[in-house]
């Protein structure tokens, strides 16, 4: 394969778990377009043929299949028979089928059911750190950043809030199902976890239908151009499995990135309390700086010259917005955490183009209720140092996935 490199592109290995932005920048300089064999996939590093490939959404498709295993033994075969098969929807598919949904998803996404949602967030970042012992320590992703988000995503789409850790272990089970290297038995574990999370979908859709409310699913199922028939249950499942994968453990790694940021930084926490208008900026920023979503995938549709290298066709390739972000030919001084940057909303984190993040302005809304309130209530936050942030071992998301912190 060409473009194979004299050196390692791995940034799930130390140090670069921890700190992937100098590989990166090495990448940048020296193969900007490179093919790694270790993943099978060609990363795309610079910030302007990034937003290139996900312009050319004719030769670069986002169809893939996320959660269905690969050559499954029979018996996993035959328990999933009894779930819906997995439809592209929105983030794995192209257009035009891509093109319809999103037209509906965004049509019930009003930004009036999203404003809406203030209070709550801010009802359950309250009762969280009301939990809180007046001095004393926790960890601040189990306690916070993970329960905030899908807490959120289960009231916005019209979930019981009680369903939120069955929804967890039915998500992670959903990733260890498509993942290469799960064995039979956990396969098969795993795919009857898949069928019980959608029976459950699909009884909150029957539920839905006889009794519409004024939440995410009842606008989903109304949804229709027209024309045009509305979704059927099999796409509803699929879609609602998108969006609460998409919804919850990004904004988790967004919380938590931006409490690492601000965790070496207590003076901008402090300032938060003179001037509410700096959060807003502090998010963008941190944004910019670490990406929640490092990357996303796409498959060539025919052998495509980019950045100096030959992609063959049907090669899987990762837009690494993560790099992107640090591009000195689009930022200066990258590495620096910089508020005040004029263009920092450039980043590349929510997307761009028609895959575009729909969530943006909810992810955003979350974040800016718990740092505001954390900078409220613990002033005197510290990081615990005998417990350093460890991170999550993936090549598309990056967080911490434990943040231990002190106060007094
Ligand atoms: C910090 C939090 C979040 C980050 C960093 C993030 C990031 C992204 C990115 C990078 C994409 C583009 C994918 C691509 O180009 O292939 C995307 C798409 C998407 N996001 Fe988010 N997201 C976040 C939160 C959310 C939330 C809270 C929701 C829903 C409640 C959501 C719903 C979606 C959907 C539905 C898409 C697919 C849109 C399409 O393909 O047309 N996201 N997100």
Sequence with gaps: ??????????????PYLEDPYPLYARARREAPVLYSPEFGLWFVTRYDDVWAV???TARFSSRFLMRTP??????????????YPELPMLVNDDPPSHTRTRSLV??????RLVAALEPSVRAIVTRLMDGFAPDGGVDLIAELA??????IICTLIGLPVEARDKLKIWTDDLVTLGAPGTDGDRQLACARSSVAFQRYLE????????APRDDLLSALIKAHADGEQPLDVA?????????IFAGHETTTNLIGNLLVLLLARPEILRAFRDDPTLTDDVITEGLRM??????MFRTTTEEVALGGARIPAGAQVMVLFGSANRDEAVFSDPDQFDPARSNNHRHLSFGRGIHACLGASLARLEARIVLDTVAERLPNLKLDASRPPTYVPSLMHRGPQALHVVWS
């Design 1 to 14: 394969m060409e473009s194979a490199l004299p050196w390692v592109f791995n940034r799930l290995e130390p």
């Design 54 to 56: 996900l312009k050319d």
């Design 70 to 83: 690969a050559d499954a033994p029979p018996a996993v075969r035959e328990v999933l028979q009894e779930a």
């Design 106 to 111: 965004s049509r019930a996404f009003a930004p």
């Design 146 to 151: 993970y329960p905030v988000p899908i807490e």
């Design 203 to 210: 009884a909150q859709i029957e539920a839905r239908r006889s």
């Design 235 to 243: 796409e509803l499942v699929n879609l609602l499995i998108v969006l």
């Design 290 to 295: 670490d990406a929640p979503v490092q990357g």
